[in-house]
């Protein structure tokens, strides 16, 4: 036997018992994966199949398909009569403004508070109790909160007319007399807009400690020496927050952004309980989950139509994502790479 | 809070009153023991109610302290309840019996019965041994619902569910000068004076009490007297000029603030049955003895507004919902499900048993007749004899128009109506958009 083969059975022997070990790790890493086949894979999978297939009960209980009808269901979806917003596109609005109207001022009043409780030069008291109390609402299941919203709006006798009563807003006299109160309250929950700012708020006010905390974690991983040295040579508080402290929290502003925007792409809990029935605040407030519901359990249950909305969904969200990526990138770092690029270039030359 | 504590500790007292009736009547059970549990699927606890304090103190079973019913024979009721809202019982119960599960009896309400009826989920009530002669006593329009496409009857209801106008006494006689249920008839006997009546018990009032709680209320009369069914033969989506009408008519009230502005079902309808913001409201007969007392903020005449109801015929003859018990394709157990469903749907004396201690009016006309002809009368209508009224009205009911569809149809309709009645849409575009909802929640339904 020559030297090199017995190297390469002494190898194969090594990599034999390391293989037999590794074997345990796989097996114990196996139920997740098993789990997520069963409960992610397979369902998403079999949602690209359906978006594509014509099946459905009908209102009387009948079965039809599943049959491969191409893109049938996607063109249904995008048909409307004649200048009405096809549904569809109306969804992912409605729920594209709730997700706006709540991430601004919650990214906004998120970095104030961030700053604020990260700030060298002064410390705010009672700064655990602070954070607590700000992060408190998250703890609470949405579907309470937007239950307790809910009763705060009603009509005609809910505290929000209360209040606007007593303000004198509404006429406090014609208020007061029950049977006359419909005469002037506020529809808060008919009106389109009142309930997506209603929603929205709820959502701020749900998340806005989550994404602080995630914030201050971002701003304390930051490289002290780089402050005490902004300090050193003068610089002010803003200064130091714009210039060093916003930069460098780009990789958590990125992720802060993509995941509220998944999740936000998703709203379910919240406008969905919000709904009166019969409301024609709806066509304002429903969001794209809702509708992928409302296609299943309302009426016929039409499993390809709502399997193409669950498609479009993945499909918006993976774009935004991607744009958000984009406009987020190191611009500094990926200049720098292509001077490199461009120098290597011309030292080959 | 305390509102709902009076509702709980009203019904507790009925039901307190109905138990102890319950140990004057008996009957054979001769139902052999299969050890399964016996399922039922219903979307609120009043037939679990029933069963406890009408069936099982009847036949001999038991109730234990922690609420499981025991029947005679040792099998055990297991019943399941999903709540209503925006369509949620119809989707559990589907998803049950698409996935073959073991039920024995399912509830249904007017709403949607067809759906059912027609569909392979349900039995022929035949199959489990009750011949139709059995069924004969029972109220034509209930097995009319109830029968598929092919004439068999597969659902069996134990009530008869048809309308009257409720009306306080007190506020009419103060605001209206009404001292009699024939002179109220006389200011509500059709729509237009049912109008002129709603203006002049606002102005009388200055606004503090309506004529009715909201306009929903009214389309409980207005759906049942339509002269088409929301979708036809060939699946075409039908708005007739009652619907159109109807438009218009809630948009006066809303104009004209006739109404009290509290939605069906919402906490304030429930409320102002308790209170003096409404004069009146639109009910059947589970309505009144169900809805009506538990609201009343009372339970014996003086308290609350108990005992100063009463009932006329009002501007049209209607229905309001009624509940059909059916078997289930996956039944188990004939013998028991055929017990249940004579015991409250098809023999007199039991079926007048519970007709009294409850004061539902049963779908058994011989039993009804025997109990006014005894001489009948109810404490919280002012001692007012209301059946005879409802057996004027069962007649002249007419379930052409009901659909599979109504109830979803009903609530995209609505939500057409608010804009309609808000002044946020014309006429034109409201029922186009109607049409357009309809088309997106049943995709075979074309509209016209």
Not at chain 1, 293 to 304: A, H, I, M, P
Not at chain 2, 258 to 282: K, Q
Not at chain 2, 360 to 374: E, T
């Amino acid at each position: 036997m020559s030297q090199a083969t017995q190297v390469t059975a002494r190898r194969s022997r090594l990599s034999r018992s390391r293989l037999e070990k590794t074997y345990w790790g796989y097996l114990f890493i196996a139920p997740f994966f098993l789990v997520y086949a069963i409960f992610q894979l397979y369902p998403l999978g079999n949602t690209f199949y359906l978006a594509f297939q014509k099946y459905m009960i009908t209102g009387t209980n009948k079965v039809i398909g599943p049959n491969p009808v191409g893109f049938n269901n996607f063109a249904a979806l995008f048909k409307a009569s004649s200048g009405a917003t096809p549904k569809v596109v109306q969804v992912f609005i409605n729920t594209g403004i709730m997700w706006i109207i709540n991430f601004i001022p919650q990214m906004l009043i998120a970095l104030l508070l961030a700053k604020w409780f990260t700030d060298t030069r002064f410390t705010i008291r009672g700064q655990g109790a602070i954070k607590v109390m700000v992060y408190m609402p998250n703890i609470i299941t949405a579907a309470s909160i937007s239950m307790l919203f809910y009763a705060l709006f009603a009509f005609p006798q809910g505290p929000a007319n209360s209040i606007l009563a007593s303000l004198g807003v509404i006429d406090k006299e014609i208020y007061l007399n029950s049977g006359i109160a419909a005469t002037v309250a506020f529809r808060f929950l008919e009106d389109g807009w009142a309930v997506r700012l209603i929603v929205a708020f709820i959502n701020f006010w749900m998340w806005y400690g989550n994404t602080m905390i995630v914030l201050v974690a971002g701003i304390l991983g930051v490289n002290p020496s780089l402050f005490e040295a902004a300090q050193v040579d003068g610089a002010s508080s803003n200064q130091i927050f714009h210039r060093i402290t916003i930069p460098l929290l780009r990789p958590i502003l990125l992720y802060t952004l993509v995941t509220s925007l998944i999740g936000g792409m998703q709203m379910y809990d919240i406008p969905a309980m919000m709904q009166q029935q019969g409301s024609k605040a709806k066509d304002m407030t429903q969001t794209v989950t809702m509708y992928i519901q409302e296609l299943v359990f309302e009426g016929t249950k039409d499993y390809g139509r709502s399997a193409a909305v669950s498609v479009l969904l993945f499909l918006v969200t993976a774009v935004f994502s991607v744009i958000l990526f984009y406009i987020m990138r190191d611009k500094e770092a990926s200049r720098q790479r292509k001077m490199m690029r461009a120098a290597r270039k011309e030292a080959k030359l | 809070m305390k509102k709902i504590l009076s509702l709980v500790l009203a019904l507790a007292l009925l039901l307190g009153c109905a138990s102890a009736l319950a140990e004057g009547f008996t009957t054979d059970f001769d139902v052999p023991a299969t050890g399964e549990k016996f399922v039922i699927y219903a979307w609120n606890d009043e037939f679990l109610g029933m069963l406890k304090n009408y069936y099982i103190p009847a036949v001999g079973g038991t109730v234990a302290d922690d609420g499981t019913v025991t029947f005679p024979n040792g099998d055990v009721l297991e019943f399941v309840i999903n709540p209503n809202d925006n369509g949620n019982y119809q989707a559990k119960l589907d998803q049950a019996l698409q996935n073959e599960q073991h039920i024995d009896l399912f509830l249904m309400e007017a709403d949607y019965a067809l759906k059912y009826v027609n569909s392979e989920y349900t039995r022929p009530i035949e199959s489990v041994g009750i011949t139709a002669e059995e069924m004969a006593g029972q109220y034509e329009y209930t097995r009319q619902v109830a029968t598929d496409e092919n004439g068999v009857i597969k659902g069996s209801s134990w009530q008869a569910a048809p309308g009257l106008f409720m009306y306080r006494a007190s506020l009419a006689k103060k605001y209206l000068g009404v001292n009699s249920p024939e002179e109220m008839q006389e200011k509500v006997k059709d729509w237009d004076s049912w109008l002129a009546t709603a203006r002049e018990v606002k102005e009388k009032s200055e606004g503090a009490t309506k004529l009715i709680p909201s306009n929903g209320d009214v389309w409980q009369v207005v759906r049942t007297v339509r002269s088409t069914p929301w979708v036809d033969e060939s699946l075409t989506l039908k708005i007739d000029d009652q619907v159109k009408w109807y438009f218009d008519f809630a948009k006066t009230l809303r104009e004209e603030n006739l109404t009290a502005e509290a939605n069906p079902w919402s906490e304030g309808w429930n409320a102002c049955m308790g209170n003096d913001s409404v004069m009146g409201l639109f009910f059947s007969t589970w309505g009144i003895q169900w809805t009506m007392v538990g609201n009343s903020g009372g339970s014996a005449p003086g308290e609350g507004t108990y005992g100063d109801w009463r009932a006329v015929k009002g501007p049209q003859p209607y229905y309001w919902g009624g509940t059909w018990l059916a078997v289930s394709k996956f039944c188990t157990n004939d013998a028991l499900a055929a017990d249940i469903i004579r015991f409250f749907t098809t023999e007199e004396d039991s079926m007048k048993y519970y007709c009294l201690g409850s004061k539902d009016y049963v779908n058994n006309d011989a039993a009804v007749k025997s109990i006014i002809d005894d001489g009948f009368s109810f404490d919280f209508l002012g001692g007012q004899d209301h059946y005879s009224l409802f057996r004027e009205v069962l007649p002249l009911i007419d379930v052409s128009t009901m659909s599979a569809y109504d109830q979803n149809i009903n609530s995209a309709m609505d939500t057409q109506v608010n804009y309609y009645i808000a002044g946020e849409k014309d006429l034109d575009t409201a029922l186009a958009d109607f049409a357009a909802a309809v088309v997106d929640l049943y995709p075979e339904i074309t509209a016209e």
